[in-house]
């Protein structure tokens, strides 16, 4: 497994904010023409199925999706739109690449805000050389910065998403785990409120990934799932005690040069306690990216939001409904009413 689940809704980029940025005109123009050249390449999956010259591998994989696709019309209720019922294959390895920073002593992002979507903690450029090119911008201005390359793709409904071929290498409990999470938000999005949205999602996502399995009787499957959700969860858990510490330390009014030991300190804590955890589970544990392939930073640490404190209040929701999710989306439907304060206090509790 690919362990995408987790580290997707972290990273997972909302594309129509490309496209609808109120920035600079260059930036604008460009990523205009990314999302239309995109959106051209799309093929219908029965298309692309048929056709003997698509590989046997996409083949299959594409073969799964629709069935996904089916499953969450039919059985979840998810909107029954023209997303995930295409392919395009961009030609390269990611969809985009997300740009993330984070001032030298700040555990909060940087942010960037857009029309329709509201503010987000990235800026996401379809061109890889752009988006390096920006975060060594950042990083002479003195900001910490991560650059990561997307698989997923949502523009929130506004577009017809396809499946990509960034994501034909991931296994087909994946591939459902990202169509439930994403066609959760083209339901119900609240603008500035990601907390709400992603906890939303996530539930969704896992409650739609466990009546599907069943559904098959693949309780392996399920097991698995479930068990790497888990320990996605406590590195998660660990990624925060680091930001929460840090964050202290960044308000305690110490000098620069201690504060640069301090964080020092707790970065190479951090990789020794992700060293620790994950001893034994395998090959290629989550975020494995973030601590062997990058000088993991303060932008790390700022993509982690608090998405799960929300989701044990949206489980309670489903439960007091019985399961029954359209009453379940009618409630969250009346919780996206409230102002934030509000709906905090009724799903994620005291934070």
Request: with cysteine.
């Amino acid at each position: 497994m690919n362990n995408i689940s987790i580290t997707s809704r972290i990273c997972a980029l909302c594309a129509f904010a490309l496209i609808g940025a109120s920035l600079n005109g260059c930036y604008l123009l460009e990523s205009a023409q990314g999302q239309l050249a995109l959106m051209s390449k799309r093929r219908p999956i029965a298309r692309v199925v048929a056709d003997a010259r698509t590989p046997a591998d996409v083949r299959k994989q594409l073969d799964a999706v629709a069935q996904i696709r089916e499953f969450a019309v039919r059985n979840l209720h998810l909107p029954d739109n023209g997303s995930y019922r295409t392919y395009a294959d961009v030609g390269r390895p990611y969809v985009v690449w997300n740009v993330v920073a984070a001032p030298e002593f700040s555990v909060d992002p940087k942010e960037w805000c857009y029309p329709i979507v509201g503010c987000v903690a990235y800026r996401g450029y379809f061109v890889e050389r752009r988006a390096r090119a920006f975060g060594e911008d950042l990083r002479a201005k003195g900001f910490d910065v991560s650059v990561a390359g997307v698989a997923a793709y949502s523009t929130l409904g506004h577009f017809d998403d396809p499946i990509l071929n960034t994501m034909i290498g991931w296994n087909d409990v994946e591939l459902a785990a990202i169509i439930f999470h994403e066609l959760t938000h083209q339901m119900i999005y609240i603008a500035n409120d990601a907390d709400f949205n992603e906890a939303l999602a996530t539930t969704v996502e896992e409650e739609g990934v466990r009546r599907w399995l069943e559904t098959l009787n693949r309780s392996g499957d399920l097991d698995h799932y479930q068990l790497e959700q888990r320990r996605s969860l406590e590195i998660v858990t660990l990624l925060n005690r680091t930001r929460d510490e840090l964050r202290t330390v960044y308000g305690s009014g110490t000098d620069s040069a201690r504060m640069r030991e301090r964080k020092q300190a707790a970065f190479v804590a951090l990789r020794e306690s992700y060293a620790h955890l994950v001893q034994g589970w395998g090959p290629h544990p989550p975020f494995e990216n973030w601590f062997e392939k990058s000088d993991i930073n303060n932008a790390h640490l700022a993509s982690i939001a608090t998405y799960y404190d929300c989701v044990p209040g949206f489980k309670r929701e489903l439960a007091a409904v019985g399961g029954d999710l359209d009453a379940f989306y009618g409630r969250v439907r009346e919780l996206a009413k409230l102002g934030q304060e509000k709906r905090d206090a009724l799903v994620c509790g005291a934070r």
